[in-house]
């Protein structure tokens, strides 16, 4: 039954090659490999081997490109934020002090492992969304008692539905690769077992997944409008607490820790 698939005028067998010799692009490699899958659910190592390979390659060969489009995202955001706005902007760097897993279950390396870390879809490279750096922050502030925290409230600075928000987070890009030289590298866990069992018998299934390398640095900028410009400093120090403590996923066992001005 399997091999009656026909993919894009293809037989199963004859896209899946295609896919290995051809495709060079991660999300691509990520959607169309689900039908690897179909035929082989054990080639799961092959397929995170070659997506670790592309990315790190892709990048390599374009971050030179990317801290040119992080120049020029900060000069468009004070263009607007500075000077037509009269609020402010920083830039933070934030180095990886351990792996992190973006958005594990994500439209891109979730669709070929139980975890994955999301990849960008124009650069092919994994990022921090901003709404993963905004949440966090608003997550810390939650938890900090209203007395300590000299603001009227979270929503004047982060907003709600029905407010915008006057403090803007863009998306954490890498702007140096990690360890080694890669950028995405692979984990794997070793699963805990299910039922009571004698050690000697035990056949533990492992994990494997891709994971952003440790020492990857990230860039991402912060904008406040002018409302929020007094509040800015302290911004500055909740951003650098938080991503202390963990961005992503899995923070509790030590992944997601970023260090920020290293």
Known sequence: MVDSINIFGY????????????CKDPVTLCRLGVFKLIKA??????????????????????SFF?????????????????QRLGGAVFRVKARAVSRLIIHSRNDTSALLFEYGTI???????PYIPASSLKGVVRSYLESIPPSELSLNSIDELLGNLGQASSVVFTDGYPSKEGEKGRILEPEVTTS????????????????????????????????AKKEAVKYFDKMKGYVKTVIWEGVGAKTM??????????
């Open 41 to 62: 659910k054990d080639v799961k190592r092959e397929l995170l081997k070659k997506l670790i390979e592309i990315v790190n390659e892709k990048y390599s060969q374009s």
């Open 119 to 125: 990849l960008h879809p124009i650069f092919g490279i």
């Open 11 to 22: 037989k199963l067998d004859e896209f899946n090659e295609l896919l290995d010799k051809y």
């Open 66 to 82: 990317i801290n040119r489009f992080l120049d020029s995202l900060e000069e468009g955001l004070k263009q607007h934020y500075e």
């Open 253 to 262: 066992l030590g992944y997601g820790e970023l260090e920020v001005g290293r």
């Open 192 to 223: 805990i077992y299910q039922e009571s069992i004698k050690e000697h018998k035990a056949k533990p299934t492992p994990i494997i997944y891709p994971a952003v390398a440790r020492g990857v640095e990230f860039t991402f900028f912060v904008a």
